[in-house]
């Protein structure tokens, strides 16, 4: 079967312009999603995990490569190359990404902010209410939280909320960047199992775990990164 999304390639540098500096952020990165597969990226800190997802999301315009998505009717599209209105169109519908931290508007009601994707797919706000509901209560939120802005929660109840947001609808591709660093070993084994069932519903998932041990229970795939080396670093001389 022909992968979700296929990446060639792909590197990324920022250019600092004020001070003549440019930084390395993932270099020549391959890879392949499958549907109902998740394929794991792994390597150091700095060595551009999050922002491989960030160009896949297209946060980051990649420097360099090819990301072959491709769609429900078989339609590919080069994600490096799509226009924004073609990847606002995909973040509705097709992409899903789930960060570590939530963003979102300060006044909304935490089952608010869940229910929006779906809302945003046309779903009724009672349905979407619903399958909320199922979430929230899933993933431990106190029913007591479900009314409030999470603008004040802790952590993990803002990790949870925004769980339960990207989790929500059934994106074709789901991007998930260290989507339980913040939970309990409980809410974590909550979490895990739901991505299996999700990837048994065909959804293709890129993900970035903060611990081994998840890579090696969600993973059938693991593509390892290592930090790119700044070519000024390279003309540096060694201090001994
Ligand atoms: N917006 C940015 N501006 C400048 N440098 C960035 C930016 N985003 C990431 N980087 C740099 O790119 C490198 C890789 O970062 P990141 O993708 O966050 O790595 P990882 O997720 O593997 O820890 C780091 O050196 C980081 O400082
Ligand atoms: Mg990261």
Not at 191 to 220: C, Q, W, Y
Not at 224 to 234: D, N, W
Request: proline residues 7%.
């Amino acid at each position: 079967m022909n992968p979700i999304l296929e990446i060639e390639g792909l590197g990324k540098h920022f250019q600092l312009h004020d001070q003549n500096k440019l930084i390395p952020s993932c270099a020549n990165v391959r890879l392949e999603v499958h549907g109902g597969q998740l394929t794991a990226l792994v390597g150091p800190t700095g060595a551009g995990k999050s922002s491989v997802l960030k160009c896949v999301y297209r946060t980051y315009l990649p420097s360099a490569g090819r990301m072959i998505y491709r769609d429900a009717a078989g339609h590919t599209t080069d994600l490096a190359l799509a226009s924004e209105h073609r990847m606002l169109e995909l973040r509705q519908r097709d992409i899903g990404f789930v960060t570590q931290f939530l963003h979102c508007l300060p006044r909304r009601s935490a089952i608010d902010v869940v229910c929006e994707p779906l809302v945003m797919q046309g779903v009724s706000r009672d349905d979407a209410h619903r399958r909320a509901s199922e979430l929230l209560s899933l993933l431990h939120v106190p029913e007591r939280l479900w009314g409030v802005p999470p603008a004040t929660f802790s952590g993990g109840e803002k990790q949870r909320i925004n769980l339960a947001r990207g989790l929500i609808a059934r994106p074709r591709l789901l991007l998930l960047d260290e989507p339980t660093a913040s939970l309990d070993p409980v809410t974590t084994d909550r979490v895990i199992e739901l991505i299996d069932s999700i990837k048994a519903e065909g959804v293709a998932m890129l993900a970035i775990f903060h611990a081994p041990e998840l890579v090696r229970r969600t993973a059938n795939q693991v593509v390892e990164l290592t930090r790119p080396v700044a070519v000024s670093e390279l003309l540096e001389p060694c201090t001994p």
